[in-house]
T-cell receptor, first 113, second 114 residues
Framework: GAGVSQSPSNKVTEKGKDVELRCDPI?????LYWYRQSLGQGLEFLIY????????KSGLPSDRFSAERTGGSVSTLTIQRTQQEDSAVYLC???????????FGPGTRLLVL | AQSVSQHNHHVILSEAASLELGCNYS??????LFWYVQYPGQHLQLLLK??????LVKGIKGFEAEFIKSKFSFNLRKPSVQWSDTAEYFC????????????FGQGTELSVKP
């Protein structure tokens, strides 16, 4: 079956612009996670959605970052007023339920000039 | 704060050599443990996982890992590596009462010489 998909695969933007990154989880997976992979910080948790529960936003690095998940499926991660330090690969993962194995998408490589 | 530590940043081996990658975590409660692999140009894939039961778990491609609770460790092993094992390996922990979010180690880059 189809895996986790993310779009765009690459995004180049100018400092100060807003960007939106999209994640399509595996069908039927109720849990969805966003992570960030950067050279200096490794792999970091950003935010987690489980069903209709309030998301766990504890990993978001600043209030410029936000995410939503519509209809329990597709998720969008938005970064406002991008900074150069936001340059990273943004990874999405989904699992059937919380605590179960997470399956990762290919990531979106973001470069802020 | 909870953390995961991988002992080696870069390991270079010849084919047929044995591999052991160290992973330690700092958390006193119940954890689930994972090893993920990222082959060049590919996305993260699950190698193996430990949730409960036998602390020696076997994964894909001949990898295994042993959970030693008293040492807070989950080391990855393979008796004989192949060139195709060249990749970056990540140890990760999820905490039982925190929704499954993963805390990753820094990663270990493995280079296998043919």
């Amino acid at each position: 079956g189809a895996g986790v998909s993310q779009s765009p695969s690459n995004k180049v933007t100018e400092k100060g612009k807003d960007v939106e990154l999209r994640c399509d989880p595996i069908s039927g997976h109720t849990a969805l996670y966003w992570y960030r992979q950067s050279l200096g910080q490794g792999l970091e948790f950003l935010i987690y959605f489980q069903g209709n529960s309030a998301p766990d936003k504890s990993g978001l690095p600043s209030d410029r970052f936000s995410a939503e998940r519509t209809g329990g499926s597709v998720s969008t991660l938005t970064i406002q007023r991008t900074q150069q330090e936001d340059s990273a690969v943004y990874l999405c993962a989904s699992s059937r339920r919380a605590q179960e194995t997470q399956y990762f998408g290919p990531g979106t490589r973001l470069l802020v000039l | 704060a909870q953390s995961v530590s991988q002992h080696n940043h870069h390991v270079i081996l010849s084919e047929a050599a044995s591999l052991e990658l160290g992973c330690n975590y700092s958390y006193g409660g119940t954890v689930n443990l994972f090893w993920y692999v990222q082959y060049p140009g590919q996305h993260l894939q699950l190698l193996l996982k430990y949730f409960s039961g036998d602390p020696l778990v076997k994964g894909i491609k001949g990898f295994e890992a042993e959970f030693i609770k008293s040492k807070f460790s989950f080391n990855l092993r393979k008796p004989s590596v192949q060139w195709s094992d060249t990749a970056e390996y990540f140890c990760a922990v999820s905490l039982y009462n925190q929704g499954g979010k993963l805390i990753f180690g820094q990663g270990t880059e493995l280079s296998v010489k043919p």
